[in-house]
């Protein structure tokens, strides 16, 4: 619950949460107090997941007071006066509240500080500029920041172009809130956004990505990546990338019964070509297993598989399968139905057998082909050669059929599905 002034909540009051604050109060009363996302959510009424707190004792003094009250803690940031607090395996980052010193757009000098005004003018967004202190009563150094958290509101504390150019990994922060909280951008924000995107360049590709991939996450991404793209921020990120049809991918999710799926929605922004999904892949340094599937689904041999969305089509549609996977098909068969607006049923019909589907083992092997005489290049060969005869048939070819396939002499060379 939570009013104007205060707020109450079980983390606020759990055994673990009392703990750490009075570890750091036995030193000095009043000088912690929650900050963040912790107190934004709760206004808001929604789970809270982290807890961060400010505090004005110096790391030092935060760790020696953790230490005395039995507390394990971690340096995690000391630079920048982070300490994490560990309590029956739950995490409380604690730091110093600081003010920055020197930025270049990428990372901050920062000098400790006991203003609290101080500590809030440095963040990013009015709505995380709320603390709470061990009591849940709410202080608001920054105007109209408990009005935004509630509200949804994502404005910057401040000039805009200042804080971003301190970071500019805040644009990606300002689309991403506005995907979880924003019903309306604010516009000085995005011409700020615009304005200042070339800056991106500063920031490593693994931590854009990462802020990609939760803004795609959350609820309202359609609204949050259609402004990235009138800012012209999302041809930077995604060159080439088209947001117009998220909103229609969010709606088939909806009707499909999918939970929002962050590569899912990527693959509706990004351009078809594999050559450019290989470039972006690479370019975000995403993993393995993430290019496998960003670039799984445009691979031209899946053909138009709402078109074989028919039960007198399966037969057609399970050497897709074997080919290709359940999840590639699954994608395509979704975003195919996002692109053509096609009836969901088909969508549904093609997803559904996918999942179901279990591929089944090719019964014959190398060694099979080794026994029957074959060397070197012969065996891959004759391997394939079996396999798609063996797929063809449905894979209803026993493996004493496939033998003998496999020991004849290579026949006119057979499509592969």
């Not at 959510?41 to 007071?65: E, H, K, Y």
């Not at 009015?126 to 920054?142: S, V």
């Not at 994608?331 to 559904?352: E, F």
Request: hydrophobic letters at 40%; charged letters at 30%; proline letters at 4%.
């Amino acid at each position: 619950m939570a009013t104007h002034d205060s707020i109450e909540a079980d983390w606020l009051k759990s055994a673990a949460t009392r703990a750490v604050m009075e570890a750091l109060e036995a030193v000095e009363p009043g000088c912690a107090r929650f900050v963040g996302g912790c107190i934004r959510n709760t206004l808001r009424g929604a789970s809270v997941d982290d807890i961060d707190i400010a505090t004005q004792l110096l790391p030092a003094d935060t760790m020696a007071a953790l230490k005395t009250a039995g507390i394990r803690c971690i340096a995690t940031g000391l630079e920048h006066g982070t300490i994490t607090a560990i309590v029956h395996g739950a995490p409380y980052e604690i730091t110093t509240l600081r003010r920055d010193v020197e930025t270049d757009g990428r990372r901050a000098v920062v000098a400790f500080t006991r203003d609290w005004a101080e500590d809030a003018a440095r963040r990013d967004f009015r709505l995380n500029a709320i603390y709470a202190d061990a009591e849940g009563t709410l202080y608001e150094p920054i105007g109209h920041s408990i009005e935004d958290a509630i509200a949804g509101r994502v404005i910057f504390i401040g000039d805009a172009d200042e804080r971003l150019r301190e970071d500019y990994l805040r644009i990606l922060r300002f689309f991403r809130f506005n995907a979880l909280y924003g019903l309306d951008v604010d516009a000085d924000g995005l011409a700020a956004c615009e304005r200042q995107k070339d800056g991106l360049s500063k920031i490593a590709a693994e931590r854009i990505w990462k802020e990609l991939k939760k803004t795609l996450a959350a609820p309202r991404s359609s609204n949050a990546m259609a402004a990235m793209q009138a800012s012209g921020v999302l041809d930077v990120l995604m060159p080439g990338g088209n947001a117009d049809d998220l909103s229609v991918l969010e709606e088939l999710e909806q009707g499909l019964k999918l939970d929002a799926d962050p590569l899912l929605r990527a693959m509706a922004v990004l351009p078809r070509a594999q050559s450019r999904l290989e470039g972006f892949c690479e370019h975000m340094k995403v993993s393995n297993e993430e290019q496998r599937r960003l670039t799984g689904w445009s691979d031209p041999g899946l053909g138009h598989l709402l078109q074989l969305a028919k039960r007198t089509a399966r037969a057609e549609l399970l050497p897709v399968l074997y080919t290709h996977g359940q999840q590639a098909v699954c994608d395509r068969a979704v975003l195919d139905g996002v692109m053509t607006r096609h009836d969901l049923k088909d969508v549904r019909y093609v997803c559904s057998l996918a999942k179901r589907w279990k591929r089944p083992q090719f019964p014959v092997g190398g060694d099979d082909a080794l026994d029957a005489g074959l060397k070197g290049p012969e065996v891959g060969k004759a391997l394939r050669r079996v396999e798609t005869r063996w797929i063809e048939s449905q894979f209803k070819m026993k493996r004493e059929a496939l033998l003998e396939l496999l020991r004849a002499p290579d026949s006119q060379p057979i499509q592969r599905h």
